[in-house]
Every structure is written in C-alpha cells, then in structure tokens.
C-alpha cells in the first residue's frame, strides 16, 4: 500500500527528502490499509523542536465504534533531533517548505517520505509540461519502430 502526493513534483522542487515514522491510533492505521488516506494537500511544521503533519485526511475506520479518530487531526511525526533542527533551519531561514511526498508501509510500520521543498513559478511547471510532453511523443515514437 503506497500513497503518493504527485500534485507535490509538479508544484515543488524537491532539495531534501527524509523518512520520519508518524504517530497513529489504531483506527487510522486500519483505515489506511484499507486506502483511505490523502496526502495531497498536506503539508509538515515545526512546533517546539517536533515536526507536524497538517491536513493529512485518513477516512474514518467503518468499524471503529467510539474509539475512531478524527479524519484531519494534526499527527506526530518521528525524527531524530539533528533530522528536526536542519528542518527547522531550512523552513525559517530559506523559506522552503515541509511537503509530504510519499507514504508507505516498511517493516509493518506506515512511514511518511517528507521533502523540503522549493515553490516553482508558472513558467517552472510550464517546462515540467513540456519535457512530459516530449518524453510521451519519443516513448511514442520508439514503440512504432
């Protein structure tokens, strides 16, 4: 089960990428794999030296009776400290920001791939547009030869 933010290569340029674990109940973990969980307009900060993730829907478990989660609550994600203070650094002083690019299952435990990243103009995802569009005509090109 692989959750993918692909709205965030488009409307990024990703500098830094980093693997944090993420606190969740046990409600959401369910929920998720059974692929009820959105990442796209997600994005992480920093709160007193612990990093955040805001936005992140994760659709109520069906069977979760009264110890279901709330679907847009704000989760915990796990870092080692130096991981946390370059973060930190990157998001105050070169005003980046702290995208959700990918979220996985590894050794049964939901990870999230974090990435700091730097806004493209209009012109940046017009070029994005066009090399896709190259790379599907010469893809279409060598499959009639």
């Known amino acids: 089960m692989e959750i993918l933010n ?10 830094e990428e980093y693997e944090a674990g993420i606190e969740l109940t046990g409600t959401e973990v ?5 692929g009820k969980c959105n990442i796209k307009d997600s ?15 994760i659709a109520e478990y069906k069977e979760g009776n009264i110890f279901n989660h709330e679907e847009s609550r704000s989760r915990k994600l796990l870092l080692h400290k130096k991981e946390i203070k370059k973060i930190n650094d990157a998001i105050t002083l070169n005003g980046l920001t702290l995208v959700p690019l990918k979220g996985y299952f ?4 939901f990870k ?13 995802k017009r070029e994005t547009i066009k090399e896709r569009d190259i790379n599907r ?3 279409k090109n060598l499959k009639n030869y």
Request: charge should be positive.
């Open 43 to 57: 994005y992480g900060i920093v709160r007193n030296g612990e990093v955040f993730l805001l936005n992140m829907y």
């Open 6 to 15: 692909k709205r965030a290569k488009f409307d990024y340029f990703i500098e």
């Open 112 to 124: 999230i791939l974090l990435g700091i990243c730097r806004g493209k103009k209009n012109y940046d």
């Open 106 to 109: 590894k050794n049964n435990k």
């Open 137 to 139: 005509e010469v893809k």
């Open 30 to 34: 369910k929920s998720i794999r059974e």
